[in-house]
């Protein structure tokens, strides 16, 4: 059964960071596609980060290149998204996703406020 549980949201300073994590089972974060997404207000679903198989071939989304970091752990089986630079346009609920045998699998997202 294929399960993924964010973590790290919080409220965030403009121009804080944040480092968000996705605990993955019932997938090999190492070998299957691993993504972050995040939904803004007005349930806008915005792509931010991917990375897929062995050799860690990770592709950014436009609003996430040079300001978020996608890496993974194969020891605890997790796929990091590091935030940096954040602002007010940032807020959302920031939601790991998988894609195994054709199916996708969201977590339940954890929420990052960049707010004064």
């Known amino acids: 059964q294929v399960q993924l549980v964010e973590s790290g949201g919080g409220l965030v300073q403009p121009g804080g960071s944040l480092r968000l994590s996705c605990q993955a089972s019932g997938v090999d974060v190492r070998r299957d596609a691993m993504g972050w997404h995040r939904r803004l207000p007005g349930n806008k679903l915005q792509y931010l980060a991917s990375v897929f198989g062995p050799d860690s071939s990770t592709n950014y989304g436009d609003v996430a290149k040079g300001r978020f970091t996608l890496s993974r752990d194969s020891a605890k089986n997790t796929v990091d998204l590091q935030l940096s630079a954040l602002t007010p346009q940032d807020t959302g609920v920031y939601l790991c996703?998988?894609?195994?045998?054709?199916?996708?699998?969201w977590g339940q997202g954890t929420q990052v406020t960049v707010s004064t």
């Open positions: 996703k998988t894609v195994l045998r054709g199916e996708q699998y």
